[in-house]
């Protein structure tokens, strides 16, 4: 027989939310040390 397991909805949407924060605080760290600083950018014509 199957055992039953009880998962409770809002302990997991609050997982849910706390991975999708770090996911884009993690994607904003990274776009920043993508980008050149202002001084390396080339100026437009």
């Not at 770090?22 to 100026?43: E, G, H, M, N, Q």
Request: hydrophobic share 45%.
């Amino acid at each position: 027989m199957d055992s039953f397991t009880y998962i409770n909805i809002f302990e997991t949407k609050a997982l849910e939310y706390v991975l999708l924060l770090s996911f884009w605080a993690l994607f904003i760290f990274l776009v920043r040390y993508l980008t050149p600083p202002k001084d390396k950018r080339r100026k437009p014509r």
